[in-house]
């Protein structure tokens, strides 16, 4: 549930930078038409449908009733991560517009830090896969 709803936060930022791209016109042309502008928002859509992916992959284990501890932990992990990436690139593309009350980014943008964090922090997601899918000894 918690990875779902980092992506659809991450959704948000791309469509919300890319939207702001196609707008924002300086010099006489959309500040998407730089590849500068262009690309982090392009690798944050790649990451977020990788993401994604992942966690339709647990989701589908669980209602399988299947063991999905492994596709859960790697699932909340890289979601939370692209959602945060998606909100950097979001916030590159607004620049200081991102601050603004009306482009609603900046607040987003912190909510989505929190999923990093709670309910199970990067670390401890870090330390499962280490442990219970590398094998490797317990680190904590």
Same mark, same amino acid.
């Not at 299947?66 to 932990?73: D, L, M, T, Y």
């Not at 922090?121 to 330390?127: M, P, R, V, W």
């Given at each position: #549930?918690v990875?779902?709803?980092?992506?659809?936060?991450?959704?948000?930022?791309?469509?919300?930078?890319?939207?702001?791209?196609?707008?924002?016109?300086?010099?006489?042309?959309?500040?998407?038409?730089?590849?500068?502008?262009?690309?982090?928002?392009?690798?944050?859509?790649?990451?977020?449908?990788?993401?994604? !992916? !992942?966690?339709?992959?647990a989701?589908?284990?669980?209602?399988?009733?299947?063991?999905?501890?492994?596709?859960?932990?790697?699932?909340?992990? #890289?979601?939370?991560?692209?959602?945060?990436?998606?909100?950097?690139?979001? !916030?590159?593309?607004?620049?200081?517009?991102?601050?603004a009350?009306?482009?609603?980014?900046?607040?987003?943008?912190?909510?989505?830090?929190?999923?990093?964090?709670?309910?199970?922090?990067?670390?401890?997601? #870090?330390?499962y896969?280490?442990?219970?899918? #590398?094998?490797?000894?317990?680190?904590y």
């Open positions: #549930l990875s779902h709803e980092s992506i659809g936060d991450g959704q948000w930022f791309i469509n919300t930078a890319t939207q702001y791209a196609k707008d924002r016109v300086v010099f006489n042309r959309p500040i998407g038409q730089n590849q500068g502008v262009q690309f982090p928002i392009a690798r944050a859509y790649a990451e977020l449908q990788g993401a994604d !992916m !992942m966690v339709r992959k989701a589908a284990l669980f209602d399988a009733a299947q063991p999905c501890g492994e596709a859960a932990n790697v699932a909340k992990l #890289l979601s939370a991560e692209s959602a945060w990436n998606a909100g950097e690139a979001c !916030m590159q593309t607004h620049g200081g517009f991102a601050y009350r009306e482009y609603d980014v900046e607040r987003r943008w912190r909510e989505a830090r929190v999923q990093r964090t709670a309910p199970i922090s990067t670390n401890l997601i #870090l330390a896969i280490g442990e219970h899918v #590398l094998g490797l000894p317990r680190s």
